[in-house]
């Protein structure tokens, strides 16, 4: 897997949107990328990948650099529930590898 | 809820206990992964099982062995545990193996004692 480097910390206005910068400069040109987050005391959960297109769903968007280098998720509208670490892999080999993540805090 | 449970939610067990956890998915899903996830540590995959065969990784200590019967559930059984792997066991599943779309349990704490 290429290797991918997440800040350890931020924290958000709970309203306001919440973006979480992954670096993945390594990225193999067939490397999807995708996004967990786990909830404290619980399993991670999926919530978006993407090969270079932006994507969408109901929880995110995922923006990435045209040069594949980086990529951003966003949340609209954070709300106090969307505290949790959030995880940026890359995929290469066969299994995912899960880093430290970003730990976002989201506050009132 | 993400269609995989988990039971126990918690454990506590001794050193010389035998105790199986157990993960159930409702996805249709054809692949089942144990993860560990240590206090303060990234998460740590223990093993994959699919219908086609058992991959595991090395480093998992023979103290820790998987079943899985059919596709839908998969066990993984504990015997002469340290305190040292007392953590957050995860169960996650997905369409074939390796794929990175996983969904997971909620996972068992077990505690050693």
């Known amino acids: 897997d290429a290797k991918t480097t997440q800040p350890p910390s931020m924290d958000c206005a709970e309203g306001r949107a919440a973006n979480l910068p992954c670096n993945h400069s390594?990225?193999?040109?067939?490397?999807?990328v995708y996004w967990y987050r786990q909830i404290h005391s619980q399993g991670p959960q999926y919530i978006i990948h993407?090969?270079?297109n932006n994507e969408t769903n109901e929880m995110a968007s995922l923006i990435i650099t045209e040069d594949r280098k980086s990529s951003t998720l966003i949340l609209p509208h954070a709300t106090l529930r969307d505290t949790a670490v959030y995880y940026c892999?890359?995929?290469?080999?066969?299994?995912?590898?899960f880093g430290r993540g970003t730990s976002l805090i989201v506050h009132p | 809820e993400t269609g995989v449970t988990q039971t126990p939610r918690h454990l506590v067990m001794g050193m010389t206990n035998k105790k199986s956890l157990k993960c159930e998915q409702h996805?249709?899903?054809?692949?089942m992964y144990w993860y560990k996830q240590s206090a303060k540590k990234p998460l740590e995959l223990m093993f994959v099982?699919?219908?086609?065969?058992?991959?595991e990784n090395n480093s998992v200590p023979s103290r820790f062995s998987p079943e899985c019967p059919n596709s839908s559930h998969l066990f993984l059984h504990l015997h002469t545990l340290q305190p040292e792997d007392s953590a957050l066991y995860l169960c996650?599943?997905?369409?074939?193996?390796?794929?990175?779309?996983?969904?997971f349990g909620p996972g068992t704490r077990l505690t050693v004692t």
């Open positions: 996650a599943s997905s369409h074939g193996r390796g794929q990175y779309e996983q969904y």
């Open positions: 390594t990225i193999s040109g067939n490397e999807y």
């Open positions: 993407g090969l270079k």
């Open positions: 892999i890359s995929r290469g080999s066969y299994i995912p590898t």
């Open positions: 996805l249709g899903h054809n692949a």
């Open positions: 099982y699919s219908l086609e065969e058992r991959v």
